[in-house]
């Protein structure tokens, strides 16, 4: 399975960016899929998360609803949209892809618990 993030780059605070993800190869409409993100200095901490059909999700408290992840198991696309942008979300943002479709709460937050990853798009957000 192959990741491929986009859509990142330089925002006000207070501002939106959408990250794609794009997955190639595998069975992607099988897969857990979650975003993490990792600041200079900081270890790759857990955003987001979306089940196979995309019937649930799970954020972290620090983007709860700002955030929000989805699917399209059709484009095999995962998102995330992320808006009121502040100076603590700026991130390398890492796609990641769970070759298994169990969900369970701790297991899909934990990035150790991801097969595949893309390469990281980076968000910066300036005041």
């Known amino acids: 399975v192959q990741l491929q993030a986009s859509g990142g780059g330089l925002v006000q605070a207070g501002g939106s960016l959408r990250l794609s993800c794009a997955a190639s190869g595998g069975t992607f409409s099988s897969y857990v899929m979650g975003w993490f993100r990792q600041a200079p200095g900081k270890e790759r901490e857990f955003v987001a998360t979306?089940?196979?059909?995309?019937?649930?999700?799970i954020y972290a408290e620090s983007v709860k609803g700002r955030f929000t992840i989805s699917r399209d198991n059709a484009k095999n696309m995962v998102y995330l949209q992320m808006s009121s942008l502040d100076l603590e979300d700026t991130a390398v943002y890492y796609c990641?892809?769970?070759?298994?479709?169990?969900?369970?709460?701790?297991?899909?937050?934990?990035?150790?618990?991801?097969?595949?990853w893309g390469q990281g798009t980076l968000v910066t957000v300036s005041s």
């Open positions: 990641g892809a769970r070759q298994s479709s169990l969900w369970h709460v701790a297991t899909v937050q934990a990035a150790n618990r991801y097969n595949y």
């Open positions: 979306i089940s196979y059909g995309g019937m649930h999700t």
